[in-house]
């Protein structure tokens, strides 16, 4: 046991009455050092017994109280992404690891191999690390997950949303809708009607979001709306590629593509190259995020600014701030994205003119 701990040898709490360590002990009918281990993520606790103190726990709605000894080890922040390899990811560890460093944390990072909901052995080193707090990035936490991080009084932030994120969760993330919207528009206003749409996973809340705002632009200017026009992927080079060879081989293919993200936008230039297209002039790609390699490509891209080391920042202020029991002034902050106009995008290609009618002689 740690000395934050409050441990008693009352009975069971009724209503209104605060849990404290032993009176859980009491109810799970297991030993009070037994239900320190399940707090402090040990493993060296049955799966049963552990699901028996957690759900006493949750029920009990026990709240470890916050408070760290010199033995405690340095103060962190734990970062989980559910996967890395990406610049995308590199922009947000970087603000991180510039929010964190002011304030004298470190940062722990984990990887979930692509999953957007992390496993029970996860959870585990997160609560016998006991950090400061955790910032998660486009992955859910489940219920239980929540509880058991709470219980702790380890705070969370979710960084970039999976899904619909719980009422009283503090979510960071952009205006991905006015991002798709600006996009489009811009296309548009070019003298595009015909635009494609390469997107990330129809499951996943940014996703959908641009894509909403692609399709309010499309309204806005009375084009119609092409189904077929719209694929989704997985935000990364080979999908947009893919994408980008089905889209620009069809007889009737788009004069632009607007791609979900940086990534994508390379991966339908390359496949446009292919083709024996040139970008911008038979068709214009827009990207999304705006990572720094987007300037330094060519044609260099014109693309959808993301304010990645912002939300990073805000978020590991947030989970500072909560650690220190501060309020937050908001628990949902959505920061504005803005269009970034380069080469890669121009005025579709002019129509041949339309043969004569025949004429008989």
Not at 1 to 7: Q, S
């Amino acid at each position: 046991m740690t000395t934050d701990d409050l441990i008693s040898a009352t009975p069971p709490p009724g209503d209104g009455q605060r849990a404290t360590i032993a009176s859980i002990a009491a109810e799970a009918g297991v030993s009070v050092p037994t239900v320190s281990k399940v707090l402090n993520g040990r493993a060296d606790v049955a799966e049963v017994t552990r699901a028996r103190v957690e759900e006493v726990l949750e029920r009990r709605q026990y709240r470890r109280r916050r408070g760290r000894t010199a033995s405690s080890g340095p103060d962190l922040i734990d970062l989980v992404f559910h996967e890395l390899d990406s610049a995308w990811a590199q922009e947000i560890i970087k603000g991180v690891e510039a929010a964190a460093a002011a304030e004298h944390v470190s940062v722990v990072l984990s990887e979930l191999g692509g999953q957007h909901r992390p496993p029970r052995a996860w959870l585990d080193d997160v609560l016998s690390r006991r950090p400061l707090g955790v910032i998660v990035v486009l992955s859910t936490l489940e219920d239980a997950q929540r509880h058991q991080l709470e219980s702790r009084s380890i705070p969370f932030v979710v960084l970039d949303t999976f899904g619909e994120p719980p009422a009283g969760v503090p979510t960071v993330g952009s205006n991905n809708w006015a991002g798709g919207l600006a996009a489009t528009r811009h296309l548009i206003g070019l003298g595009h009607e015909r635009i494609a749409m390469v997107t990330g996973p129809d499951d996943v809340m940014c996703s959908r979001a641009r894509v909403d705002g692609y399709r309010s632009a499309l309204d806005e200017a009375g084009l119609a709306q092409d189904p077929g026009l719209v694929l989704h992927g997985d935000f990364q080079v080979g999908g947009g590629y893919v994408a980008g060879l089905e889209l620009l081989s069809r007889p009737d293919r788009p004069t632009a593509v607007f791609a979900g993200s940086d990534y994508q936008a390379l991966g339908v230039i390359r496949a446009a190259r292919e083709l024996g297209l040139q970008v911008p002039e038979d068709v214009s790609v827009v990207g999304y995020d705006d990572l720094p390699v987007s300037e330094w490509i060519w044609p260099p891209l014109t693309t959808v600014h993301q304010p990645l080391r912002e939300m990073a920042e805000t978020a590991t202020e947030m989970v500072i701030a909560l650690s220190r029991g501060e309020p937050l002034r908001r628990s949902r902050i959505d920061l504005g994205t803005e269009l970034v106009v380069r080469a890669s995008t121009a005025p579709p290609p002019a129509r041949p003119p339309a043969a004569p009618p025949a004429t008989r002689s």
